[in-house]
């Protein structure tokens, strides 16, 4: 049996509220229309519920199950600030849910739904996504609760330097303790805040600028970050397509050339997918956003449509495809991939009964619920998890962290020798092949690798690797590719923490 079609967990084990709507939905052939958000379970409590499932199929002893499960510590900080000569307090979190390896990693992310229970979530998912994908890292998170859209510019600085100020106080932060990053609401520009910060509390620490990742390449940067997680969504998506069983499962052809995606969330992670995507050949039909949605089935222009909505600021209006005021309706459309890339609980038992993508790659941090994971399996759709498919983003800030421990940039060292060595063996080729490359074929052949053509090597081979080992997982186990990948996570955090052992084992 292919192992998206294996048998579906008991719905008893979703917990008493919410089985008659799983139920319902499974002896109606997936139609529930009564479901609410009520019978879904909380993100945090998702997310222990498939490490629950994975759990079972993994090595790791009961307690040290327990161990891999809880978080270690969490953060919770409130500041005053100034606005419109009125005091708002601020209120920020930082998980750090693992500290097996360090240290722990993950985005801040500024929202005015950030919540603590949301940041543990978030935080456990880092944990198993950096162990699938063989990163040295632990899991961490943070969250500030604000709508940025709400700050100036200047009140941003002062919030994000004050957060990062209570991280230094409380040692949240630093090269070897806990690196954040870029998130919903954030980029480089809050990442050099606090890069900045701390390095002015930390003046003598020369590795400071290892503090955060995701900041701009005169700060330190990496070539590559800003579309590192849509390039990893590309790759693994690629991958799964080209696997035999997925191909008959989804009765596909296997090739990126043709298939046609709708990507929902059309921020930094959605809008380099869709490029991906499109240069690869496929036709991105659908693009949804919280309010709005175009679509057209012929294609939609991803450069275009960005930049519509750059002098725009909306989708409505938009000359080359249809405009939809309903959105679900384009994320429910016919497609051969939806990628699910805005925010977490976006396919639920309201609406997983009407999606008719053959393929969803899940480019957001929980965008499905555990009944809609299971509804969709059951009707035959294949599920690329998050916690494999959106790592490529914490591989290439691992690549940052460690390019700026290293103090040097990727190449530096080999590039100018790589050209040489190539012009050589090509001089000696072209002796006996008779025919001189003109100047063009030969650049092209002697070329030395750039810096961001080695981070993107580098995550093209994390991905395959973390694809090819979640397969094998799951076809071995007769299990889907979720619960694969978690096991996978599970079993190599076991084995870290047991050849790291405990100052209390010989007590």
């Not at 693992?98 to 949301?118: F, M, N, T, W």
């Not at 002062?158 to 209570?166: D, N, Q, V, Y």
């Amino acid at each position: 049996m292919h192992p998206e079609a294996a048998a579906m967990v008991p719905a008893a084990r979703i917990g008493p509220s919410r089985v008659p709507a799983v139920t319902r939905m499974l002896s109606t052939g997936g139609l529930a229309s009564d479901a609410t958000e009520s019978d879904e379970p909380k993100f945090l409590t998702a997310v222990g519920m498939y490490f629950d499932r994975a759990a079972k199929h993994s090595n790791a002893s009961a307690e040290v199950l327990k161990h891999i499960k809880s978080t270690d510590s969490v953060l919770s900080v409130t500041f005053p600030m100034e606005k419109d000569g009125k005091t708002v307090m601020i209120r920020g979190y930082r998980s750090q849910h693992s500290r097996h390896r360090l240290p722990c990693k993950g985005g801040i992310r500024y929202s005015s739904a950030v919540d603590l229970q949301e940041v543990e979530a978030l935080s456990a998912l880092m944990t198993y996504k950096c162990a699938v994908v063989d990163v040295p890292f632990g899991g961490g998170k943070g969250g500030i609760m604000i709508d940025p859209a709400e700050w100036t510019e200047a009140e941003l600085e002062r919030i994000t330097r004050r957060f990062t100020l209570e991280l230094c106080q409380k040692n949240f932060i630093g090269p070897g303790v806990d690196v954040p990053a870029p998130d919903v609401g954030t980029g480089a520009r809050e990442m050099g805040w606090i890069a900045d910060t701390y390095r002015n509390f930390n003046p003598q620490d020369v590795n400071g600028a290892a503090c955060v990742t995701g900041k701009a390449l005169s700060l330190g940067g990496v070539r590559g970050r800003t579309e590192a997680t849509g390039l990893g969504v590309f790759y693994g998506i690629r991958e799964f397509l080209g696997f035999p069983e997925v191909q008959e499962r989804i009765k596909h052809h296997g090739k990126i050339e043709g298939t046609s995606v709708v990507v929902q969330g059309f921020g930094n992670v959605g809008y380099w997918a869709s490029k991906f995507f499109e240069s690869g050949g496929a036709r991105i039909v659908g693009v949804v956003e919280h309010d709005v949605a175009v679509h057209n089935e012929a294609g939609i222009d991803v450069e275009q449509l960005s930049q519509w909505r750059k002098e725009h600021g909306t989708f409505r209006g938009f000359p080359d495809a249809t405009v939809v005021e309903e959105p679900m309706r384009v994320l429910e459309a016919e497609c051969d991939v939806l990628i699910p890339a805005a925010l977490e609980r976006q396919i639920g038992l309201r609406n997983a009964h009407r999606i008719k993508a053959k393929l969803v790659g899940e480019a957001a941090n929980g965008p499905v619920t555990p009944g809609a994971d299971e509804v969709l399996r059951a009707s035959g759709k294949v599920i690329v998890p998050d916690l494999l498919l959106n790592a490529g983003g914490v591989c290439v800030s691992y690549f940052e962290w460690a390019k700026n421990l290293s103090h040097l940039r990727f190449g530096r060292m080999t590039k100018r020798w790589d050209e040489r060595s190539k012009e050589q063996l090509l001089t000696l080729v072209e002796g006996n092949a008779g025919r001189p490359l003109s100047e063009v074929e030969r650049r092209q052949l002697i070329h030395g690798a750039e810096e961001h053509e080695l981070v993107y090597s580098g995550l093209e081979d994390t991905m395959i690797v973390a694809c090819g080992e979640t397969r094998q997982t799951a076809n071995a186990k007769g299990i889907d590719y979720r619960t694969a990948a978690m096991a996978n996570s599970i079993n190599k955090i076991a084995a870290s923490l047991a050849g790291s052992g405990s100052i209390f084992t010989h007590a």
